[in-house]
Every structure is written in C-alpha cells, then in structure tokens.
C-alpha cells in the first residue's frame, strides 16, 4: 500500500503535465499510441550516444517532462530532457559566428537556459566565447550537467570558461556585456512569455546586445510577435550521419530560429 502512493503521485504528474502540453484528445493519442508501441515491439532502451562513449560523459536518454518533478510551480511546463544533435548545433554556432553583424564573439557570454544534463553548454565551451553558463531547473539534472563539465574540462576540451546553475529559469540574471542565449524548447509558451518579461527588463537599454538561438521554437510565436525582437532567420539545419543513425526524437524538419533584441520601438 505505501508503494502505492508514491506511484499514483508520479502517474498524477505525467498526466498533468501531458494534459497542459497536450490537451485531453492528445494526453489519449500519446497513451494509446504507447500501448501500441509496447504490444508490438516492447519498452526499447535508449541508444547511448557516439558523444558520450567519445568523450566519458553522460548526455543520452529522453526523459519526459512529467518525469523532471522538483516541486517548483513551473514543473507543469517542462517539456522533456533530450540531447541536442552535436552537428546540428556546431552547425548553428558557425551560421551565427558567419553573421559580422554582432560583436566579437570573445565579448559574447553564452547562456543556456534549461541546460539539462549540459551536452550543448559542452558543445559551446569549443568556441571562443567570454564565458558558457547553463542554467537547469532540475537538480538531478544539474548534478549531471555538472559532473559531466568537470570531465570536459578535465580534458582539456573547453577553451573559455563553463558553469552550470541549479536555478529557475525565470529568475536568471544575465551577465554584463553581449549575450547569446541558447534554447532547445526547454519549456512551454507560460514560462517564454515571463522569460521575454525577463529580458525585456534587463536589456531596455541594452538593444543589439541579445542574440537567441531557439531549437524547436513551439513558443516561437510569442518572439515573433514582440516589438523587442527580430527574426533573423528560420529554417531546418541537418544532422550529420553518425546523429541521424542515433537520434530517435529529432526529424529533418526541425525548425531552428535565430533572434535578435533590438529593443522596444
């Protein structure tokens, strides 16, 4: 009987988060479609990435937001835990490094906000920026992203110096100077819009000094539609064929957006 209370508390938070993504008809598409999956081909495990086994860290799995409970209020809109494609990401700092219209990249503090287990905040810590901070909610998470920094570092992989802060989101205060903020569709549209507060604030006075990257922009629109930022660009980035054979989540038609604040006009 005791077990059973933990468990029914856990079912009640995957189904509360299912229902604030997904809505009830999608919460019963993704139960059914799951059924299905386990009668024909059981519970599969996730694949360990090429970049884990490379460099002795631990960025693999999917864990489903309604599995990354803390206890914060903003628990309900998590999305899910998942590895950005390595290729896919260099592939978008070097578009954005392409671009002369922003300050040197050496002035430029790169933040991931939602940083999970750190894959990207490793990925970043190659190029030369002023500093690479990730930012996760979860402490389990964090702990991860953490343990699996200080292996890369260790080895002698960054080139600028990287941090991980076990923190809300919401409540992050960017650094001075430029910034380049990173997303891989972290949270929902509610946690964006207080994020947007967020920056709005902060850089007031500050146009030009923001870029954001943004994987999967399901909140997208929320930036679209707001006089502070400006689209740069969208559209798909490929993945290489060593993430294509490991990667079950992403598809080739994964949408990345570049965004720059330019203030309130």
């Known amino acids: 009987m005791n077990d059973l209370i933990p468990k029914a508390a856990r079912a009640w938070s995957k189904a509360r988060w299912s229902l ?6 999608g919460t019963m598409r993704t139960v059914l479609v799951r059924l299905r999956r386990k009668e024909t ?22 864990i489903g937001g309604g599995d990354l409970r803390t206890g914060h209020k903003n628990d309900v809109f998590n999305t899910a835990y998942y590895g950005m494609a390595p290729s896919r990401f260099r592939q978008s700092i070097a578009d954005w ?43 389990s998470l964090a702990t991860i992203a953490k343990d699996n920094v200080a292996a890369w570092t260790a080895a002698g992989r960054a080139v600028c110096p990287v941090q991980v802060e076990c923190q809300d989101a919401t409540e992050f205060v960017f650094p001075d100077g430029p910034c380049l903020l990173y997303l891989f569709n972290p949270f929902a549209a509610p946690v964006v819009k207080r994020l947007i507060e967020s920056i709005s604030t902060e850089f007031a006075a500050r146009p030009g000094s923001l870029d954001l990257i943004y994987f999967n922009p399901e909140a997208g629109h929320l930036l679209d539609t707001h006089e502070g930022f400006e689209l740069l660009w969208t559209g798909s980035i490929p993945m290489s064929e060593e993430d294509t054979a490991v990667d079950y989540v992403a598809s080739a038609d994964d949408l990345c957006s570049f965004y720059r604040w330019v203030g309130d006009r």
Do not use: W
């Open 97 to 139: 490094l392409s671009d002369r219209s922003h300050a040197a990249v050496a002035d430029y503090s790169f933040v991931d906000l939602g940083c999970g287990k750190g894959r990207a905040v490793m990925l970043a810590s190659e190029f030369p920026f002023r500093q690479v901070i990730g930012v996760e909610l979860n402490p």
């Open 41 to 62: 081909a059981g519970d599969s495990k996730p694949r360990l990435h090429p970049f884990d086994t490379r460099y002795g860290v631990d960025t693999s799995g999917l």
């Open 20 to 25: 604030a993504h997904r809505g009830f008809a």
